[in-house]
């Protein structure tokens, strides 16, 4: 079976995108990452990708005007490197799904979705939501991603306990070993047909 040609959107410093490639390198999962985009000429994540010798391109939502033209430019890029499947990985910038791609991707969020997503929920400001709620667990979700912020069905769900004296950094190191976990299991539910979305 051909190995799963994967595209990731990044916007900071690609431990994800590590992560991933670590897992394959391991021989642990069917795939090869095929390119990266980045949301922004200065984030890690491109050295990174250039270290891993991914293609690595910026594709940035101020510099392309329309929300249409951003969305057209990311498409086009995944087309080109033929790409079966889109992991967002800290991506911060909305695009518009076309419709080839529908079903075709992922988003990660570091919490327990339905709580703590949405609009300017990410990083650190979602840890620090989860403590100022009292929280007494957290953990990252893997979902179909839409039009919407962080709205899609839900893939892979893991929990993380928050402990007392927990800091927002504390607390997401956490959450990531998690996230280490979940991305690379949907990624293999979808590899084995037991992970499909028709968002039609």
């Known amino acids: ?14 431990t994800t995108m590590q992560n991933l490639a670590e897992v394959i390198a391991r021989g642990e999962l069917n ?5 990266c985009i980045a949301s922004n000429q200065e984030c890690f994540a491109i050295e ?15 510099q ?14 995944l087309r080109r490197h033929h790409v079966d ?15 080839d791609f529908s079903g075709r991707v992922m988003n990660i969020h570091p919490a327990l979705l339905p709580k703590f997503g949405g609009k300017g929920m990410h990083g650190e400001k979602v840890h620090e939501a989860v403590l100022a709620a009292g929280e ?9 991603a839409t039009d919407d912020y962080d709205s899609g069905p839900i893939i892979v769900q893991k929990k993380v306990p928050v402990l007392p ?3 927002p950094h504390s607390l997401a190191a956490r959450v990531f070993e998690a996230e280490c976990e979940a991305y690379p299991e949907a990624v ?3 590899i084995a047909g037991k992970a499909r979305f028709d968002r039609r």
């Open 1 to 14: 079976m051909k190995p799963l040609r994967l595209g990731i959107l990044v916007s900071g410093g690609g």
């Open 165 to 167: 004296g927990d800091s």
């Open 188 to 190: 293999q539910l979808f």
């Open 64 to 77: 392309s005007g329309t929300l249409d033209t951003f969305s057209d430019h990311i498409a086009a890029t």
């Open 48 to 62: 990174r990708a250039k270290k891993l010798a991914i293609p690595v391109e910026v594709i940035s939502r101020k």
């Open 31 to 35: 795939a090869q990452i095929a390119c």
């Open 136 to 144: 007494t667990q957290s953990g990252c979700t893997v979902h179909w």
């Open 85 to 99: 499947l889109v992991l967002m990985a800290g991506f911060l910038s909305l695009w518009k799904i076309p419709h």
